[in-house]
Structures are given as structure tokens and as C-alpha cells.
């Protein structure tokens, strides 16, 4: 019943306004307007270029300034200081740009617009302006490259040789933390050694992966480098760590990095942000299936104090599941007993 | 003189031209046409009917970000199982959606629907030619458009869903039938569908480029083309080198997908196997991709730029400002184009080294762009602007140029795309310089042409309704998305509440899914006015603009060969708008130098002598011909 209340209702409306319409053109040909060059409709749409420059406007800057703090998302991370440094200065510059050029876009079409007594400017060219707004913005952009491009090579450059080394491997729906444990050295992965109990394919033939253990946070030490290198087993995912300003791809076949150094403790920042709920978090970025929205890892950053107690608690896979190791050679096979009668 | 020997020879070409007229039916004139107009209008009405489908799909998914609680259960009938038992939405249908909202859009309507319409339309009418090089061509172009049309559509209907990987449908996931639903019989279609698309444009690309070489009228020389004219041919020529190699890309992931080779595959444990692939990279994909993708996005905005300065250029009344620096600059934009795709991957894994590299050479690109933006500026700057619906879509067209333009210099430095890359900042950026720009380049060239396409006007108020909402409404959809951006949303989301950095911004999600909602709405005033016009419009004058190009000397209904006569020669650029001395505000392209003493420049004064002398040369030989005929 509604539905067909509904359906007239919008039938009446769409004849309404098909009547006013009619109306309206027949009107303007009684009148001859259809006949002239610009009607009065040309003044009010100059009217309305100028009217949205000044209200968009005023609603950009009310709701920048109003919201900043909602949408500026808090900093933990050494480079990131920089990257969010480059990217105010970017801001600046493109927004001195930006109003400018919004403001003579909207204020000319008011200034010039049609009069019937008036004759435009013939003006082709000019070489020198030419030249002055080619020359202009390649400086000006060239400074902002520079800028970008010394923090991309630091950021970039090989990680120092102390970082802490945490492997993240990205499968549908989840990521993998993997430890080197305490020699700080990942043993060697396969990835046809993957099953049920091995999600990251580790190869246990390797002595350095006797060590190894995995842990449902990412826990990383505050002022110190992390390296994270970064896998996937199955299609592309990539690493999101809105706060310590970090992405990257995790690509299957070939293993990428990111290294960093975070700035604060979680404690730090839920006292700073006055959150006691806050969590460093990583997100997948790059499309991966039906559960891409769900890939969450939470981030612990802790003094380094703490980051060492916490390190010498974990127990390496071999020793939560020593079935991994059944199938080793003799040798390894004892080396690997070794390192589980340490942990007990 | 010249419109003189037109008349008297135009009785010999019209018998000639009456031989393959009157043959026309039905389906030689409106289905199997070589008409170029006809074709443009092909293009231009299924760019249309792709238009509302992918906006359609849009507000499907901006529901389900805007409104997550929704129950969608009205939306069974139509999209039936993909609507659960408790009326959510599939996740791996909201993939497929926005992975077809994106197809659609990029490919069927920005590039065919645009360039596709314009180009067919206009080049031959704006050059003097009576039809495209190659008018069977041109007629399969458009039906390899339309076969991949019905293709992409039937994969919007299986049970496994159309491709769901996003546009850019990057392997592995793309080519892993394990990974996700679409992957499947949808990804086959989509590889098919695509592989007709690029026949399509590359057929279509081969005549633009022919004709605008080979088949311009006598005086039309490259200086004196149409800035619609350059930017369709540069258009051709990027997308003749770029697509083959979307179809390269598309060729190897058939192999990997059907065929067991290993290009974009390593490494893979999958669904609980190891697969046998090894040695193959899913960079190597993004590479070829890219190469396409990213003049794909100059193919898709040239054309509205060039547009758009023909646009500018008759409304101001003025001749457009630095018509030889906006060529360099097209030209420009055209090479660079080639030479910045790696931007696309800073954090995919590739060297760091390249994406130094390519953030130099992105930032050049800007540079060209901003010199158009502040020649539109002075175009308009002491004009007599008019505002029809056509000027009006075009100023848009500029401010979304700025404002998506300069989103791309942050995201064009590698530094700052660390953070920003594959987030709601980028989908805002490409949103509005690249979807919304070309989109209002579309409409402002229908707006404009619409009288020679179908001899009647539009209705000019409902234009004005038409920008303004759209206007506001395409600012309010996109505009939020920086914030949302720069917060840290990551694209193809289907929902944020699970991460506490991204659980906040209902109500902004909201605002943009209402604005959405209200500006594809807006949209509906345009078909009804598009329809309508077409058939009830208000008769068209002959040159209701009262331009300069060519197109306004046709009649008002051209038939195939679009002059009754001879074709006219041309005898000056296509700017001459407001010139000092002359009577009228425009001095059409046909009228010789030598008839407007009153207001040629000093160096034309010099060209009148040699115009003079060619005319003399040609009023002997056309009376020669003339006595030996008789």
C-alpha cells in the first residue's frame, strides 16, 4: 500500500515539475530570451561561482581546523616525524596554490561576465608570463622533490646492523609474527614446508630456526631500529602501520623490508592521547579477498628493558610443537633437543 | 571568390554524393553505420547506458559504507544471493562491485564513452574531411566496444561473480581461482571483455591518427587545428603505444591463469597446497599494467581538456591564451606520460633507487599542467564569458583539474606516499582530476555539441540545475575522502570498524554516501533533458555559439559527407574571437584573410598577398576543369 502510495506521489511530483518546466519554456519564447546572446540566467550563475568560492570556503577551513586532531593520526615513528613534516610543507605550498587559483577561477566569471556593450580582450599570448609560470612551478617543485627524495633515501637505505628483526608474513586472512629469538637471525623458509602447524613455512633443517617462535603481538622496543621483512604466502598483501607512518607490500616470492624506530611506548601515547584503549595497529593495504578488512595485528612498543625480559619468555616453535623437528637428520635432530631442553 | 567556386561546383559533387545515400535503411544508417557521427553517437549513448550502471554500483557500496547496519533485503531481487540472510552485503561482492564500478568507468565511459564519441564526432567535421580514413574500421571499433559491453555484463551475472581484484586486478590474486570467487569464470570474462576493449580502441586509435594527418582541408595545417583536434590525436597516439601492452599483461595472465607458466606466480601456498609455480614476479605485472595505466589516466583527460579549451576559448569570447604553449604542454604531457607509471608502486617492493627515479620525472608531469591551468585562467581572464551549460561544465572541469592536481604532488613524492598510498586520500585524489574532470569534460562537450549532433538545443535551465547539483554534489562526495585519507583509511575497505584507528567517521562516511546518492540522482535531470532534447528540444540555429570551427558551417542535419559542397578551406586559426577591428565578436575559419582587412594583424597582412595569389591559382584551374568538362 505504501509502496503504491509512494509511486503516485512521485508521479505527481514528476508532473509537476514537467508543467513548470513547459511553462517556463514557453514563457522564454513569448518573451524572445532564447533569442539573445545571455539571458539572466548568466548573472546568476556568475552570482553562484562567487557565492560557492565563499562557502565552500568558509566550510573547508571551519572543518580543518575544527577536526584536526580527529584526522591527523598520532606519530610514533622517527622518519614519520619527517614524511608528516613533508607533507604540511607540501600542504602549505599546494594550498597557497590551491586558493589562489580557486579564487580567480570563481571571482572572473562574476567580473567578466557578458555585457552586451562590452567586447573582449584579444589576448593570445604573452611569452614572458609564458615562461614565468613554466619556470615558477618547476623550482618550486623541484625544492619539494629534494626534500622528498633525501627522506625516501633514508628511509630506504639499508637497515643498521643492531635492528631487532621481526618477520610479518601475510596470509589470507591474517599475518604471521615470526622472532629470530635470540641469535636475532631468521632460519630459512620454504614455502612448500607450509601446513597446518608451520603457517610460515619455516625450514627446521636450519639450525637459526631453532630458535625461532611466533607471538600474536608485534612487540618491538621504543627508541631502538626494527627491521620488519615483510612475506606472503599466497597473493599480495601489504603492511599498514598508520602510526609509525610504514607501508609495504608483502609480495609472494619476494621478500620485501621497512625499518624503523618508534618513538613512543604504547603507554606513552594512551597517557599522551589520554586513551587508555589505544593500540599501535597494522592493516593490509593492498586487496586480498573477502577478509581484507579484517587483517589486524596489534603493536606493543615497550621500553627496551621490557623488550629483552619479554624475548627471554618465548618459547621458539620447536618447543611448543617438537613434532616439527621428527622428521630431521640425526644431527639436527639433536641440536634441536638441545634448544628444548634449554627452554624447559 | 571562394564562396563562389564552392557554389558552382557543389552541384557536381551533391550527384556524386546522392549515389550511396539513398541506399540507407535501418540498419545501414543506425546499427552498421560508417557515418563517423553515427558512431560517435554509438559511442556516446552506450558510454550512457555504462555511465548509470557503474553509478549504480557506486551506490551500492557507498550504502554499505555509509549505512553499515543497513538491511539491504530490498536489494534481493536483484542481486539475490549476494545479500545474506541477515541483509548484508557479500564482502567478496562488495570487491566485485568496486572492482566493476572501476572497470566500468575507466574503460567504457571515460575512454570510449569519451574519446570514443568526441573523436568520431568531431574530427572529421572540425578538419574538413567528409568521413574517418577508414569508415569500416571505425565501425568495428564500435562493435568490438560493444561485444566487450556484452561480455562485462553478462560476468556481472554469475554465480561467481564478476572479477573482484580491483581494476587494476593484480595477480596473484587475479590469477588464482583459490583466492576469491572472482577469480574464476568472472576473471575470464574480464580478460576476454578486455581483450575486445583494446581491439576496439586500438582500431579506433589507428583512424584518429590517419585521418588527422592525412585528411585535414586545404589551409588546415597542424597550426591551425583545434585544440579539441590536438588533444584527440595526442590521445590516439598514447593510446596506440600503451594499450598493447595492457594487452600483453592480460595475454601472460591468461597463461598463468589457464596454461601452468609461471610469469606473475612464485612461491605460492594456497588453500592448503603448495603450488608447483616458482620463478615468476607480481611486480612484473604491476609494471606492464602500469605502463598502460598510467597514460591511461592522460587518455582519459586529454580529451576533456582539449574540450574544454574549445569550450573556454567560444564562451569568453576570447581566443584561447597560449594556444602553441597548450600544445607543447599536451605534447608534453603525452611523452612524460610514458615515464612515470613506477609512482603507482613506491611501497610495492621495487628498488627504492627506481622510485627516486620516478618521483623526478612524476613531478616534471606537473609542471605542463600547471601551465594549462593558468592559461585557462587567462583565457578567461577580461573575456565576455557566456555561461551556457557547456562553459559552466568546463569551469568545473578546471577546478577539479587544481584540486585532484595538487593532491598528485604528494602523492607523487615517495616520501609522503608511504603514508598516504592505497588510502582514501589516494581514491579522493584520482576521484577528482582524473573520474570527475573527464566526466565534466563529457558534459560539457555534449552540452556544447549537442546542437550538431541532433540539430535541437537542450534545455539550457535544466543544464544549469544539472552542473550546479552535480558541482556541489561531486565537491561533497570527494572532498571528505582527504580527511577520511589522510586519517589513514585504506581503499577497497569493506568496513573500518575493526581498527581502532579508522572506527571513528560514521557521519562523514555517511555525509559522502548521501552526497553520492543525491549527485547520481542529479544525473537524471540530464538523461531526461538529453532524451527529451533530442527529440522535442527547441530547433538549433546554425551556429548557436557562434564559433569559429568548421563543424558550424555543415548543415543543420549533415548527411554522410557531411558538405553538401565542397568542402571548405580554411584560412585562419580557429581563435579569432573579439578582434580588434573586425565587426562581429568571431571570424569563422572560412573566411579569407582578405576579406577582414579591417582587423588582420601586421604578419596576416603579409599572408594576404599568398592567399591571393592561391585563390587566383585556383579560380584558373577549377574554370580549366570546368570548360573541359562541358
Known sequence: MYGFLIAVGILLLISIIWMVYRIQTLVSVVKGSDKKVASGSNKVNAMMFVLFLVGSGVLMFWYSIKEFDNYNPPLASEHGAVTDQLFWITMAVTGVIFIITHVLLFWFPYKYQYKEDRKAAFYPDNNKLEVIWTVVPAIVLALLVIGGWKAWSDITKPAPENAHVVELLGYQFAWEVRYPGMDNVLGANDYRLTNASNVSGVDFSDKNA?????????????????????RARDVLHSVFAPHMRLKMDAVPGMPTKFWFVATKTTEEMRAELNDPEFEYEIACTEVCGKGHFSMRRVINVVEPAEYRKWLAEQKPYIVNNPALVENLSPEMKELAEITISEHK | MATAHTATHSASAHDHHDDHEHHD????????????????????????FWAIIGGLLSIIFRLQLGFPDMELYWLKPILGGWIDDAGKLDPNFYLALVTMHGTIMVFFVLTAGLSGTFSNFLIPLQIGARDMASGFMNMLSYWFFFLSGVIMFISLFIETGPASGGWVVYPPLSA??????????????????????????????????????????????????????????????????????????????????SFGTSFYLSDIYIGGEALPNTGGSPVLYQHLFWFLGHPEVYIVLLPALGITSEIISVNSRKPIFGYKAMIISMLGITILSFIVWAHHMFVSGMNPFLGSIFMFLTLIIAIPSAVKVFNYL????????????????SIGLVSFFISGGLTGIFLGNSAIDIQLHDTYFVVAHFHL?????????????????????????????????????????????????????????PRRYYSWTNFEFSNMYTDLNMFVSVAAIITFGAQLIFLFNFFYSMYRGRVASLNPWRSNTLEWTTPLHPKHGNWPGEIPTVYRWPYDYSKPGAAEDFIPQTVPLSATPESNLPHEQELVKLEKAIIADEEEVLVANESKES
Open chain 1, 210 to 230: 631453532h630458535d625461532d617462535f611466533n607471538s600474536p603481538v608485534v612487540v618491538i622496543p621504543k627508541g631502538e631500529p626494527v627491521l620488519f621483512k615483510i
Open chain 2, 25 to 48: 535503411n535501418f540498419i545501414t544508417k543506425y546499427i552498421f553505420t560508417t557515418d563517423h557521427k553515427m558512431i560517435g553517437k554509438q559511442f556516446l549513448v552506450t558510454g550512457i
Open chain 2, 176 to 257: 588464482l581461482e583459490q583466492a576469491m570467487p572472482g577469480s574464476g569464470l568472472g576473471m575470464t570474462l574480464w580478460l576476454i571483455a578486455m581483450t575486445c576493449f583494446i581491439a576496439s580502441s586500438l582500431l579506433g586509435g589507428i583512424n584518429y591518427i590517419t585521418t588527422v594527418i592525412n585528411l585535414r582541408t586545404k589551409g588546415m595545417s597542424f597550426s591551425r587545428l583545434p585544440l579539441t583536434i590536438w588533444a584527440f590525436f595526442l590521445t590516439a597516439v598514447i593510446g596506440l603505444l600503451s594499450f598493447p601492452v595492457l594487452f600483453s599483461a592480460a595475454l601472460l595472465l591468461v597463461f598463468d591463469r
Open chain 2, 378 to 393: 587567462t583565457t578567461l581572464w577580461r573575456g565576455n564569458l557566456i555561461f551556457t551549460p557547456g562553459m559552466l561544465f
Open chain 2, 433 to 489: 582530476v582524473m573520474g570527475s574532470a573527464s566526466f565534466f569534460g563529457l558534459m560539457a562537450g555534449v552540452y556544447h555539441w549537442f546542437p550538431k549532433m541532433f540539430g535541437r538545443m537542450m534545455d539550457a535551465r535544466l543544464g544549469y540545475i544539472h552542473f550546479w547539483l552535480t558541482f556541489i554534489g561531486v565537491y561533497m562526495v570527494f572532498f571528505p575522502m582527504h580527511y577520511i585519507g589522510i586519517a589513514g583509511f
